[in-house]
């Protein structure tokens, strides 16, 4: 495998530098032309440091749009930043980012558009487990490589598999690594669950992305806190439209549960009159590795004319603001991006009660929760709202409410800079706090 660190300029002046990225020797550098450690941590005054690691961000998904966006907010309060994967060059990030965000990779590109986490569902389990094996191989080695050549003074690795893979390959970093698993704290198998436990303690800091999974992260790491996602999209009033369009966006994956809301749609169908049949669409927004499979279940299920398949796109806050209800039909989450902007933007959502996220966003007067998997609770919820629009009013204008309160851009970005912060403050003086504050509710953890 080839020891090359790529460097690109930021995905947002992809125009400028769409050509240069095809030349990737114009984007390659040795990491013997880098420091091969740690640069020291700044003085006082001077502003952190900060590289932000997943395995790609070349796909439409809530973790590579949180690193973009995270990367943006802290760039504009002067923060250093950088992003890095293993091998997306600037010109194929898919969300964008700010002029002065640093784009790094790990090796050249081999493969784009879908992570090498995700292995054709066609293929034998066998094979399937050693292409994933060999994906994290690659994906560890590589992130373990922009580690070690970059001066940041704090690395934040986003992904439990994306975390364990890259502290395997550089352990000696962990002093300067902010854990966060963008998952349920029991999301993946037993296998990444114990090296978690191993390698978890022995990092600067942990962040869970809600309050139900922190009591766990606390009992690995002491320093571990809650500090919520938060939608970059806002609104002072509902948009509420007369369609009666119901939106989901999400990867074409198991994960997403996009199976399930096909059968409750189909219900749904079933149970409603004639004439409103024909008015009621589903949109899901997305693609992914089973978009085949999905688009086979639909027709299968005679959906098609009430389904409107849409790829991703960075403009989703015009189809939020076409929906009149929000359904999220996840197996699992960590703090669901598209609920958190759904909510802001005022549409009331349904959700299946899914470990973590929609019971701590969702609150009885801005959506339904129900029953984790219950395709028919999914469906009667969503004839609840679709037959009732001054509900949907009401709903959409109480969660507007409750994400300025609880939710807000403001809050989040505080919390992660006061934590970036406080971990190069501490390696500065060679002690790393204690005791961790609570970012979600401004309290310190016991």
Known sequence: MSDKTTHSTSASTTGATSAAATDLSAHVTRPDELSAAPAAPQHKSAPPRVLLLCDSLAVSGGVERFVCQLANDLARRGFEVAVGSVDTPAAAVRYPLEPFVKVLAGTSPRRSARSENEPEPSAHRIVQAWRMFAAQ??????LARLMRASPADV???????????ALLFAPGQAQRVVCCDHNHFDARSRLWQRLRARLYPKVAAVVSLSKADLPRFTALNPNSRVI??????????????????VLAVGRHAAQKGFDLLLLAWRRVLDQLPQTQRRQVRLRIVGDGPLEAQ?????DTLGLNRSIEWVAPT?????????????????RYEGMPLVLLEAQ???????????????????????GIVVPAEDVNALAQALQALLARPELRIRMGKAAIVRSHKHFSPERHVNGWATLIREVALARRK??????ASNSATGQRQP
């Open 294 to 298: 999905l688009h086979e279940l639909a």
């Open 155 to 165: 690395i934040v690795l986003n992904g439990l598999v994306t975390a364990c893979s």
């Open 344 to 366: 802001a933007l005022g549409v009331p959502c349904v959700a299946f009660d899914c470990p973590t996220g929609p019971r701590e966003i969702i609150s009885g007067n801005t």
């Open 314 to 330: 960075p403009n989703i806050e015009a189809h939020y603001r076409e929906a009149a209800v929000f359904v999220l039909s996840s």
């Open 137 to 142: 191989w690659r994906c560890g080695r590589a």
């Open 228 to 245: 919520y996602n938060a939608s970059s999209l806002h609104a002072d009033e509902p948009n509420l439209p007369a369609t009666p369009l």
């Open 430 to 435: 060679g002690a790393l706090p204690t005791q």
